[in-house]
């Protein structure tokens, strides 16, 4: 019996990234996924990237789950709204929800002062990191906690650790990953009365599709990008992240997490999981320890 059989997730930004590589191994431990979006096969969204929804479900199906695809725009109310009722009419549960609605990577101004920053990219970034995780977890958390032990998760990027002692890319972009931090710690109060848990996650460098295509490499070739750049070798492919989600939702105590931040690496060394290639890459403590201590690439003890 897989450990997450019976039970049922809805993955909220699940079109590509994090979010795929979470629902296939949630799918992979036995789990009916629900994935959202905005790209199907007949539309794309402002992100304009190939991957789509129904191509994660099929991989989720692949995996051994049952992977269900629903375009929803997490900013739209109704949209939201309307797919919780239909998890409620279909499955009459929800177990695990997993806010990972991003896609604001083309309006990061790097290392941009404010004042010199677009307004109207730097709200547009924080409508979709923020008010879209708001808007899922008001709609979805009433049929999570009719069942105890129901596990709520906030994909962001870093850890509570790393982003209080530092600057992330621009202020807009440190606002946006740090507030899901602490929206995790507000919900875990919120959820504990209901004996459901909340917790932020977040992977490490990620070799997403988008970053993949930026370096020119592929998923079975992605060392060869670290001839662009070497601490690259520190990175983790989506399924990593997924485990880690895996993991928890599969632990009966994932309730001594209630309220965290904490990594994919950290949660590998608890629950013994594994990256694709065997190793059990933990980046944010190579990042503070030699990419920002100004030492050379190795990876040597770090994955």
Known sequence: MKPLHGKVALVAGATRG???????????????????????????????????????????????????AVQVDHLEPEQVQALIARIAHEQ?????????????????????????QSLEQGFR??????????MTSHFALPLLIQNKG????????????????????SLFYDLAKTSVIRM??????????????????????LRSELML??????????????????HFIISESPHYVGRAIAALAGDPDAARWNGQSVSSGELAKVYDFYDLDGSQPDCW??????????KPANATGYR
């Not at 507000?186 to 490490?204: K, N, Q, R, W, Y």
């Open 285 to 294: 403590r190579y990042l503070v320890e030699v990419q920002d201590a100004g």
């Open 213 to 230: 295509d930026h370096f020119g490499v592929k998923e079975e070739n992605w060392r060869d990008a670290t001839e662009q750049e070497p």
């Open 125 to 134: 970034m924080l409508r979709l990191a923020i008010d879209t995780h708001i």
């Open 92 to 116: 009459g549960r929800l177990d695990i929800l997993v806010n990972d609605v991003w896609g604001g990577e083309h309006l990061i101004q790097w290392h941009v002062p404010v004042w010199e």
């Open 184 to 205: 995790a710690k507000s919900l875990a109060h919120e959820l504990a009365p209901h004996h459901c848990t909340a917790v932020a996650v977040t992977p490490g460098w």
């Open 150 to 169: 129901g596990l709520h998760i906030e994909i962001t990027d870093g850890t509570a650790a790393y982003n209080d002692q530092n600057y992330r890319l």
């Open 18 to 68: 994090a979010g795929r590589g979470i629902a296939i191994e949630l799918g992979a431990a036995g789990a009916t996924v629900y994935v959202t979006g905005r790209t199907t096969r007949s539309q794309r969204s402002e992100y304009n990237r190939p991957e789509t929804i129904e191509e994660t479900a099929e991989l989720v199906n692949q995996a051994g789950g049952q992977g269900i």
